[in-house]
């Protein structure tokens, strides 16, 4: 026999549903919307069909700038896959060690980036990357490697790079304490059974934290895949909308900013920018499908 949902849950859950609605599901669905239909030059929306989709993947007036923000976008999402999370890995096992002491210190100091507007961390990085008044010079200068400082954020081949590495150091507090709290959740009986045993610390991690906290780290890495899709601040508040030099750092959401509003000589189109965002849902979208109908999968077969 079923049982009826009792008011109370409805009463509690429909304000949240409402805000979610009003500000997330509607325009969401909106966006898809607009995304079909195409601007003429009186400024009249008629609907296209996928002709919006088709001049952004196959037309080069569109299709050049798509595809160079697309593999920005990987070159990002992988330097934050190959250095973020494994120091954030890194960092969660040693503070996670017994009688580490300032422990919290040390969580506290490498969590508060994160707490930081972005702008300000731009602002910041610009300062100390700066061939003209910058510090990186001098400080490199103190350990002799005065010779090896770069403009790094005005070359091509590292600019993005760069970006990565500064957006890396200011979230890799996230990955460290989810994992941080998924090792602390390690049952210590299993630990302490395996020490009695004479398993090494090294043998203790890979063969039972590590496969212990897979899920955790399923976690990190589809946060890591949707945080890097949707992002867009950094690249703007550094190296403005261009996504300079030469569109060398720029992703799906600086070019979707330009499309939809416009930027200097090119001209803002509301539909084809909400073309540009369709894409970049359905990105994301195939990324967390990707998790949860094959990692998801294996994990939760491995737990059983």
């Given amino acids: 026999m079923k049982r009826a949902i009792p008011w109370q849950a409805v009463v509690f859950l429909l304000p949240a549903l409402l805000i979610y609605s009003v500000f997330s599901a509607f325009p969401l669905l909106d966006t ?55 120091i954030g890995l890194l960092l969660a ?53 005065a010779e ?8 091509e081949s590292s600019a993005l790079i760069t970006l990565s590495l500064i957006s890396v150091w200011q979230f890799i507090g996230v990955p460290m304490m989810l994992i941080y709290a998924a090792l602390l959740a390690v049952p210590e009986e299993v ?23 897979y899920p955790t780290l399923g976690l990190v890495t589809i946060l890591t895949f949707v945080g890097n899709f949707n992002a867009f601040d950094l690249i703007y ?11 060398s750092t720029d992703i799906l959401g600086s070019y979707f900013y330009r499309t939809f509003f416009g930027y200097q000589s090119q001209i803002g189109s509301p539909t084809m920018g909400a073309a540009v965002a369709t894409m970049m ?24």
């Fill in 191 to 213: 630990i302490d059974a395996a020490v009695v045993e004479g398993a090494s610390s090294w043998r203790i991690f890979w063969e039972i934290k590590l496969p212990l906290i």
């Fill in 148 to 155: 090896h400082f770069q403009p790094w954020l005005g070359e």
């Fill in 32 to 86: 898809l919307r607009l995304g079909l239909f195409a601007t003429d030059e009186t400024g009249a929306q008629h609907f296209a069909g996928l002709a919006n989709f088709k001049l952004l993947l196959l037309d080069p007036q569109w299709s050049d700038g798509f595809w160079n923000a697309m593999w920005n976008n990987l070159k990002f999402f992988g330097i934050h896959m190959l250095v973020q999370n494994p």
């Fill in 281 to 304: 849902f359905l990105v994301i979208l195939c990324g967390v499908a990707i998790y949860f109908y094959a990692v998801q999968r294996k994990l939760q077969r491995y737990a059983l």
């Fill in 93 to 145: 096992t040693l503070l996670s060690v017994r009688g580490l002491k300032w422990a919290r210190t040390y969580r506290t100091l490498i969590f508060l980036p994160t707490l930081l507007s972005v702008v300000i961390v731009g602002f910041i990085w610009q300062l100390i990357l700066s061939p003209l008044w910058g510090v990186g010079e001098r400080l490199m200068d103190w350990v002799g490697l």
């Fill in 237 to 247: 508040s550094v190296k403005g909308a261009l996504a300079g030099p030469n569109y």
